[in-house]
């Protein structure tokens, strides 16, 4: 079977106005996407949708209503083909404090919400939308998913509970959701990125040299990852029709230490 073919689809990218995500919708675009940028991020969001000819939709991930306005824009732009879920957040905080306080919980569900509910919500409503569609080819192939998980699902680091435990629910879902969507023709795989070059890690000189010296715990090469060459994957996980229900680390072999 040859790749998936993307021309004349739609795709929805969370998170797209940052980062992997907006590499993704890059990467996408390219392969005759019309891309839905779904983010918080308005200014952001609209000038990279408006580069790619695709439309920004205002999105909180872990909204249904906001889901489901995503969906039905993508849809009105061609049948709907992939999801990337890359909207994210990070927090650091330990389980006890220093001064033996826990942490308070409303911080740790709101991790869980975004980054995990918030996957399970954009991933269902795309799915139900890419039920609906005619197959592409004679597997009977409709479109396929790509969440984005963490090296942190696995060797989650000091103060990483919160955001380890959003990451590996991740990992835990994709198996059983590729079964559930199997019998609609839909892939679903994970990305486990590891260190990847991003406005996460902030802008300056300062962030720079912090770069540089966390690339210098990378296996090979010694260096953060592009979200150019973390897209390179998530194109992978959606026009190869037999990748299915995997979870891939892309990470230049890191494997984090406890701090
Ligand atoms: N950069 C890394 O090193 C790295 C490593 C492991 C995992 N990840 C994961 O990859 C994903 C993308 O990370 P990134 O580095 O590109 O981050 P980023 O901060 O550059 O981009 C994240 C985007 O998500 C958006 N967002 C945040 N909360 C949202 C919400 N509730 N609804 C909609 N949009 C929301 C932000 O506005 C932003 O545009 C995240 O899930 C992150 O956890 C990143």
Known sequence: MPRMNLEGSSSIVTGGASGIGEASARQLAAAGSR????????A????????????FVKCDVSSTEDADSAVAAASEMGPLRA?????GIGFAGRTIDRNNVPMDLDRFSFVLKVNLIGTFNMLSRSAAAMAQ???VDDDGSRGA???????????????QC?????????VGMTLPIARDLSAVGVRVNTIAPGLIDTPIYGEGEA???????????VLFPKRLGTGEELAFTVMECITNPYLNAETIRLDGGIRMPPK
């Open 35 to 42: 891309v839905v940028i779904a983010d918080l991020n308005e």
């Open 44 to 55: 952001r969001g609209q000038a990279v949708a408006s580069e790619l000819g695709g439309l």
């Open 83 to 87: 999801l990337v879920n890359s909207a």
């Open 133 to 135: 569609t005619d197959p």
């Open 145 to 159: 998913i790509v969440n984005m998980a963490s090296a942190a699902a696995f060797d989650g680091q000091i103060g």
């Open 162 to 170: 919160a955001y380890s435990a959003s990451k590996g629910g991740v």
């Open 207 to 217: 962030s720079e040299a912090f770069k540089t010296h966390l690339g210098q715990s």
